[in-house]
């Protein structure tokens, strides 16, 4: 394995063709192509030659269908042997490897795989190629001694192989119409045909002063490009793409980024905004909804307390004529006292609501029995 790079390589990855003017726009400095029994997935001879001639990096990846390599042994020496011969018609220089994409999640079970990389590694030899996919398929065939790899972030679970030479970190993008993915060459040697391995000096690197700043960012969740993602994981992005050797319009790169944080910030406040009002909506219909109920209730106990206390009076009176036994007075002053608890719960109930009713409008705190947080407000 060749060195690793004190800044990662920045790239482009697409299905179909990327001209020169693409890669420089966005200070792409190497392309990953297809090659595939689809011809119009594969570069042709003029693309190759351009990237050629511009310095551009190229190294291939082979993918047909995506459940091939889980048909095993006799599959992937078929396809090593359409491929090698493909590239090779291409121009591929003796010696670079190919990579294998396993475009789908292979967990928990990676070792699935493994009778089709011994197909393909008894063609190619494990030392020119390897597999494209989550950490879980890299992972297990780098440990079985295949010496490339092309890690994709997704099925990844946040998790890089360090020994994977590419790192496609970001996908769904698009450059002048064509669809591209984003990814870091790690290594000097990424299985590139030609090109300067990449690497700046440490004047044009010019990273975050604050490499850890991002972790003061909240890290709930945002939507980004269809995908839950993190405001911290963004702002990592970020620093990843301020750090990133591009050679070019990097300043492009990062306006890129800088407009799906604004719009994921943006799309947050509006969520949390909307909750918000809903919220304030429901409370208010819910203590308006009890209000009535609540002064009807208040009303039937008053009346209620009313006839107990006349009941008791007369009782009282009775009594004190010889005509009521004691303890029957006794009961009605314990039906009383009862209804009048009653009513004075119903009306600590009808103030509480009346307070529920000022929050949901005017969304304050109330003072505290000490007066602590006094206002001023129109009366309900």
Known sequence: ??????????????????????????????????????????????????????????????????????????????????????????GMPAGRPIYFAVDFDVSPHPDETDPYFDGVAEVLGREHCGPYGGIDVVSRQLNRGFKWAWQTYAWSRNRLDS?????????????????????HAYYEDFGQWWGAPGGVSADEASGPTDPHHYLRFPSQPLPWHGKVLHERWLVQEYDRYRAAPHVGANEEMLDLLRLDLAKARK????????????????DVADALGARDALSVRVQSLDAACAADSARLAKAYARHQQGLEDPSQVLVHTIDTAQVQIDCLSARRDQALNRVAVFRAFYGVTLPDAHGATPFHGASL
């Open 267 to 282: 799309d947050t406040a509006v969520a949390d905004y909307e909750a918000t009002v809903q919220r304030a909506f429901r």
């Open 163 to 183: 020994r994977a030479q590419i790192h496609q970190y970001s996908n769904g993008h698009s450059i002048g119409g064509t669809a591209v993915d984003y990814d």
């Open 1 to 90: 394995m060749s060195a690793r790079l004190s800044q990662p390589i920045f790239g482009l990855d697409a299905a179909s063709h990327i001209s020169v003017a693409q890669h420089r726009q966005v200070g792409s400095r190497f392309s990953l192509r297809y090659l595939s029994r689809a011809p119009g997935h594969v570069p042709t001879q003029q693309e190759v030659n351009d990237l050629k001639a511009a310095g551009i990096g190229l190294a291939m990846v082979y993918e047909n269908l995506p459940g091939d390599p889980l048909k095993g042994h006799e599959r992937g020496r078929e396809d090593a042997q359409f491929a090698l011969a493909q590239a090779r018609s291409l």
